[in-house]
Nanobody, 120 residues
Framework: QVQLVESGGGLVQAGGSLRLSCAASGIIFRIGPMGWYRQAPGKQRELVAV???????NYADSVKGRFTISRDNAKNTVYLQMNSLNPEATAVYYC??????????????WGKGTLVTVSS
């Protein structure tokens, strides 16, 4: 059993920055890819950024150059540094991780989400 807990969301003015964190805990053998998704009101959940255990990254076109995903494997934590925020970034941000247990079973886990609100 694994839990993902996001933190760092909140209210920020346009042009400001936030840093989201997501820590995984529970029965974990290894964590594979980790990522951030977001869901804005009236829209589908979309990929924001992903990072592999080796550090390879992929970003949505809308956030390239402004957001940076990183991870600390020793802490089972993934981060999302968000700079130059605009109101379009307002959404609930969800952490996602592929987690392997000791029996080599892989499960996809999701956090409960953290709300980011960007005011103009």
């Amino acid at each position: 059993q694994v839990q993902l807990v996001e933190s760092g969301g909140g209210l920020v003015q346009a042009g400001g920055s936030l840093r989201l964190s997501c820590a995984a805990s529970g029965i974990i053998f290894r964590i594979g890819p980790m990522g951030w998704y977001r869901q804005a009101p009236g829209k589908q959940r979309e990929l924001v950024a992903v990072i592999t255990s080796g550090g390879s990254t992929n970003y949505a076109d809308s956030v390239k150059g402004r957001f940076t995903i990183s991870r600390d494997n020793a802490k089972n934590t993934v981060y999302l540094q968000m700079n130059s925020l605009n109101p379009e970034a307002t959404a609930v941000y969800y952490c996602n991780a592929g987690v392997w247990d000791v029996r080599l079973s892989m499960m996809d886990y999701w956090g409960k989400g953290t709300l980011v609100t960007v005011s103009s």
